[in-house]
Nanobody, 124 residues
Framework: QLHFVESGGGLVQPGGSLRLSCTAS????????IGWFRQAPGKGREGVSG????????NYAYSMQGRFSISRDDAKNTMYLQMNSLKVEDAGDYFC?????????????????WGQGTQVTVSA
């Protein structure tokens, strides 16, 4: 049975950093594309970042470029999202997701497997 455990969310001041982790069980993520999505209250899920199964190709939403970094450790079956210089508008529930052949990294419908989400609050 596929299962994800997300962690790392919390309350941080503007300008601070958080590192989100998402560990999968029940399957190996080796050949899966990975995406991180954010959902703000009352809004749909939007793509934050994606990484291909080789780890060579990464993508970021424009507003996250230069501040966020996605990575994967297949040996640990874990994916990460390092978030630096956080802004108030970065707040929301963050979800990890995997898909075997996601063609569009930032489209939620491309992904079959989802984590439970972890909340990020950015406030002074």
């Amino acid at each position: 049975q596929l299962h994800f455990v997300e962690s790392g969310g919390g309350l941080v001041q503007p300008g601070g950093s958080l590192r989100l982790s998402c560990t999968a069980s029940g399957f190996n993520i080796d050949y899966y594309a990975i995406g991180w999505f954010r959902q703000a209250p009352g809004k749909g899920r939007e793509g934050v970042s994606g990484i291909g199964f080789t780890g060579d190709i990464t993508n970021y939403a424009y507003s996250m470029q230069g501040r966020f970094s996605i990575s994967r450790d297949d040996a640990k079956n874990t994916m990460y999202l390092q978030m630096n210089s956080l802004k108030v508008e970065d707040a929301g529930d963050y979800f990890c997701a995997t898909d075997y052949d996601a063609d569009n990294w930032n489209v939620p419908e491309e992904y079959d497997n989802w984590g439970q989400g972890t909340q990020v609050t950015v406030s002074a």
